[in-house]
């Protein structure tokens, strides 16, 4: 039995380079895996890689949070208004 946990799989068409098909196939066999796994293996990583590579900011913007707030001046740390008392002990 597979170690991934198992959810309902989607399947996607994709159209490969023949030198990209074969590097896959010879990957796959290499590794004793199907060409299925080498190619999810590669996404996963290509998306670890791009999730470590991504600031906080980045990721709040991606993820829809900057700019929710209505009405709010666009950068409060601009506004004396709102940094009274900042740093003060």
Same mark, same amino acid.
């Given at each position: 039995?597979?170690?991934?946990?198992?959810?309902?799989?989607?399947?996607?068409? #994709?159209?490969?380079?023949? %030198?990209?098909? &074969?590097?896959?196939?010879?990957?796959? &066999?290499?590794? @004793?895996?199907? %060409?299925?796994?080498?190619? &999810?293996?590669?996404? %996963?990583?290509?998306?670890? #890689? %791009?999730?470590?590579?991504?600031?906080?900011?980045?990721?709040?913007?991606?993820? @829809?949070?900057?700019? #929710?707030?209505? @009405?709010?001046? &666009?950068?409060?740390?601009?506004?004396?208004?709102?940094?009274?008392?900042?740093?003060?002990?």
């Amino acid at each position: 039995m597979s170690d991934r946990v198992k959810t309902k799989d989607y399947r996607i068409t #994709v159209r490969l380079p023949a %030198e990209l098909r &074969r590097r896959v196939k010879d990957t796959a &066999r290499l590794s @004793g895996k199907g %060409e299925s796994d080498v190619v &999810r293996y590669a996404i %996963e990583r290509q998306f670890a #890689v %791009e999730d470590q590579a991504i600031s906080a900011y980045e990721r709040a913007k991606k993820a @829809g949070l900057i700019g #929710v707030v209505r @009405g709010a001046s &666009r950068d409060l740390s601009t506004n004396p208004k709102h940094m009274d008392g900042f740093g003060a002990r």
